[in-house]
């Protein structure tokens, strides 16, 4: 059933059909996603509150990562709730306007994960280039300035996509073939001309993360050269150390970020189980492993955790 506006026609709601090809297996894949969607928000939750009540952690790189742990949140959250009711309960059903929210708020703020990132690396890039200078040059304003950009480009970069695709007719089809509602996906459903849509998220993909992709890059071989130039090999193995845990969470972002990506546009032959139990993955991995990460290499907050631990020991 389509309704009717003033200038496009689009159905009520659409269908997810969760993970094609694996319908009888479903119930029982929700529990491992269940548990790491479980585990990214009791981790990121965790963390907000460590670098929150702890004063001693109110620095550029914890603010930084406070931005990841609400964005890892947002990022989760806007999927697994309805993706576990499909494979559990099968309420396959998300309306039309549900479902352009969760688009949004998907490419929205996986923009925002890879502009908190970026702005990291610069704090890393600053820390250990620049370290006589590194509180002068990210004070708490440009801090909360890097931010706000961060966010502000993500949210406008990332709007004319509903737009475009609000005023589009819809075909009588109204499946897609996965448990969230992602921009390629909604397209496909478009009985409209939709190359303009196409080409402007091909370029916000590639601008937004190449720019990223080319400031991580040049800010870790400015690292990568000042450290080599240290004299001893402690103070190199402690600059790297400083580095590592960002590396490690670019890494869980941004792989997971390129096989989807690329599975969606140019993976016509791959499997669909496995595009979607990729796209899955994207969504829920890098805020999953986020927290771990930080949790196990970043001293101060394995330390927290620990005393937080300790006190409830009776």
């Known amino acids: ?44 939750i965790t963390v907000l509150h460590i670098i929150r009540t702890d004063h001693t952690l109110h620095e550029p790189m914890y603010f930084f990562l406070a931005m990841l742990a609400i964005t890892d949140l947002v990022l989760s959250t806007s999927t697994q709730p309805k993706m576990l009711a499909i494979l559990w309960f099968h309420t396959h059903e998300i309306e039309y306007h549900a479902c352009l929210i969760q688009v949004f708020f998907i490419h929205a703020f996986s923009s925002v994960e890879s502009g908190v990132l970026m702005a990291m690396a610069l704090d890393r890039y600053v820390a250990v280039c620049l370290p006589l200078r590194h509180s002068s040059i990210l004070t708490p304003s440009v801090v909360g300035k890097l931010g706000a950009v961060v966010m502000m480009r993500g949210l406008l970069w990332v709007s004319p996509f509903c737009f475009m695709v609000s005023r589009m007719p819809f075909c009588s089809n109204q499946i897609i073939p996965q448990s969230y509602c992602e921009h390629m996906a909604v397209l496909k459903l478009v009985c409209a001309n939709t190359r303009v849509s196409r080409a402007y998220g091909l370029f916000v993909a590639f601008s937004v993360v190449g720019f990223d992709m080319i400031v991580i890059s040049v800010s870790y071989v400015m690292i990568l050269r000042t450290v080599l130039w240290l004299p001893s090999g402690g103070a190199r193995l402690k ?76």
């Open 239 to 314: 600059a790297f150390g400083t580095c590592a845990s960002h590396i490690c969470v670019i890494l869980a972002f941004y792989i997971p970020a390129l096989f989807t990506f690329l599975t969606h546009r140019f993976g016509h032959h791959v499997p669909r189980v496995v595009q979607v139990l990729l796209a899955n993955l994207y969504v829920l991995v890098p805020p999953m492993l986020n927290p771990i990460i930080y949790g196990v290499r970043t001293k101060q907050i394995r330390d927290r955790v620990i005393q937080g631990c300790c006190r409830k020991d009776p």
């Open 1 to 44: 059933m389509l309704a009717s506006g003033n200038s496009s026609s689009h159905p009520v709601s659409f269908i997810l059909l969760g993970i094609p090809e694996l319908e009888e297996s479903q119930f029982w894949i929700a529990f491992p996603f269940c548990v790491m969607y479980v585990v990214a928000t009791v981790g990121n």
